[in-house]
């Protein structure tokens, strides 16, 4: 087995500050993806990557970054983070393309005051 | 666009008695199907993963699709307090190259 481990767990940010998310994988899985999680709705993909430098945008890139380094870490940046903005954003990866099952991490907790 | 919708928004279930759950989609053409489980501050757990019409079984949990309903539902059987947690539908879209996903619906089970 394997397993994904999201970094920080939680982070308070301040209005129009940056913020870097991180994300590392041990399945030597090739795909990896960022989404956010609002309360009381499902998942939205913000940025996926299929091999190690790629990037895809999803649903809701606008405001964020995202840089696969190496294939086993994913990093997602906020480019300015929104006041009153509270979300969990989950990574997740997969051994290959979009029919193949994803694999989640525990999430980090934003909010920004 | 594929849609997918979760009905109820969240359900209470007595220990040991059957928690079934709804999910619709908007597509009939997919042919992958996801039920995923999150335990508060946890990630997604994987729990079925269904691929044709009829049911599947892993363990407790059995997927009952059908496509022609544009429906796939969960039942739960002997729930424990611990299945409390999110439940999320999610369909493979091979067109748009995603999973789209439910908005959950919550199950507590009382002991």
């Known amino acids: 087995g394997g397993i994904i481990t999201q970094t920080p767990k939680f982070l308070i940010g301040q209005e129009g500050q940056k913020l870097t998310l991180k994300c590392q994988q041990n399945?030597?899985?090739?795909?990896m993806y960022w989404y956010r999680q609002d309360s009381g709705k499902g998942l939205r993909l913000i940025y996926y990557s299929i091999t190690e430098n790629d990037l895809q945008k999803g649903d809701l890139s606008e405001g964020y970054d995202a840089s696969r380094e190496k294939k086993s870490s994913f990093s997602l940046t906020v480019t300015s983070a929104q006041k009153n903005e509270m979300a969990v954003f989950l990574c997740?990866?997969?051994?290959?393309?979009?029919?193949?099952?994803?694999?989640f991490g525990p999430g980090t907790r934003l909010l920004v005051l | 666009q594929q849609k997918v919708q979760q009905s109820p928004e969240s359900l209470t279930v007595s220990e040991g008695a059957m928690a079934s759950l709804n999910c619709t989609f908007s597509d009939g053409t997919s042919n992958n199907f996801r039920w995923y489980r999150q335990h508060s501050a946890k990630g997604l757990e994987v729990l079925v993963s269904i691929f044709s019409d009829g049911e599947k079984e892993e363990g407790r949990f059995t997927a009952h699709l059908n496509r022609a309903n544009l429906h796939v539902s969960l039942h739960i059987r002997e729930p424990q307090p611990s299945d409390s947690a999110v439940y999320l539908c999610?369909?493979?879209?091979?067109?748009?190259?995603?999973?789209?996903f439910g908005q959950g619906t919550k199950l507590s089970i009382k002991p």
């Open positions: 999610a369909v493979v879209n091979y067109n748009q190259g995603k999973l789209i």
């Open positions: 399945f030597n899985h090739d795909t």
């Open positions: 997740a990866s997969s051994i290959s393309g979009t029919g193949d099952t994803q694999y």
